[in-house]
């Protein structure tokens, strides 16, 4: 049975020894073992590096496996990665590949549990929305953003919590609350540059206004592509992100035409 030879710890504070322990198991009785989050740990990758250096003398069991994960981090020993095999998990690129994603990871039970499911499903359709730009902006270069910022799931699940508490305790959303902290507090956490906090609000207040929950077809960009859909299930609203175009204009962005000119450059030369 696998799951008996099966042993993960997720690492943090403290954590060493144990660590150390269930390699040093796996080593002699042949278990697989995964250490999850390793750039939480950077200051015991040193001795995690010479552990694994010391493997190929010690003839471990052959069943043995090693396996880890981390968040991207400088510190991290490059010889681990040189003596391993890489899986790499990106976020996709595109609005449309952005909100699949998004939506895929929504369920009908969650989708429809609001107090008020209309406002939030519109709301939410917003923020996928927003989350999407966000995250695609940076292929604009200096465009983009002034500084690049690693924005992920996190981000964008702290917000739909705001988004959902907010809509269960105020029968009418207190838009500049919910502006102030989706795009001040959580997103703006990360950003620095005060022009890109002024992007962040101007995002904001173009997607959060009453006429995102009256206007029977309340666009989200200056092109008539992107809207938000009419009320129905989970489903339509998969359907509907089905139909995007895979490839997007600048002006879904706010863009000038021209400002995709410097990715496309980059992505020739990739």
Not at 235 to 263: M, T, V
Request: aromatic content about 12%; glycine content about 4%.
């Amino acid at each position: 049975n696998m799951s008996d030879r099966f042993r993960t710890l997720a690492l943090g504070q403290g954590q060493e020894p144990l660590a150390t322990r269930l390699i040093e198991e796996g080593v002699r009785d042949g278990t697989w073992v995964f250490l999850a989050n390793c750039h939480l740990m950077i200051s015991w990758m040193p001795s995690l590096e010479k552990i694994v250096e010391n493997l190929a003398t010690r003839s471990p069991h052959p069943e043995f496996r090693l396996w880890l994960s981390s968040a991207p981090h400088p510190a991290f020993p490059i010889s681990i990665l040189q003596r391993g095999i890489k899986i790499t998990t990106e976020p996709p690129r595109g609005i449309k590949q952005n909100l699949q994603r998004l939506y895929n990871l929504v369920n009908e039970s969650n989708f429809t549990k609001s107090r008020q499911p209309v406002k939030f499903k519109r709301l939410l359709f917003s923020l996928c929305f927003l989350h999407s730009i966000l995250l695609e902006r940076k292929k604009f270069l200096s465009l983009g953003w002034s500084t690049p910022y690693d924005f992920n799931d996190s981000d964008f699940q702290v917000s739909e919590t705001i988004l959902a508490n907010y809509l269960e305790e105020y029968e009418d959303p207190p838009w500049d609350a919910l502006k102030y902290l989706i795009a001040e507090l959580n997103y703006g956490g990360r950003v620095t540059d005060k022009w890109d906090i002024r992007l962040l609000g101007v995002y904001m207040r173009s997607l959060y206004t009453p006429e995102a929950l009256t206007a029977p077809r309340f666009f989200l960009s200056s092109l008539n592509t992107y809207f938000i859909p009419e009320d129905g299930p989970l489903q339509s609203y998969r359907d509907y992100i089905a139909s995007l175009p895979i490839i997007d204009k600048p002006e879904a962005f706010g863009q000038h035409p021209n400002a995709d000119i410097a990715s496309q450059i980059q992505d020739a030369g990739s």
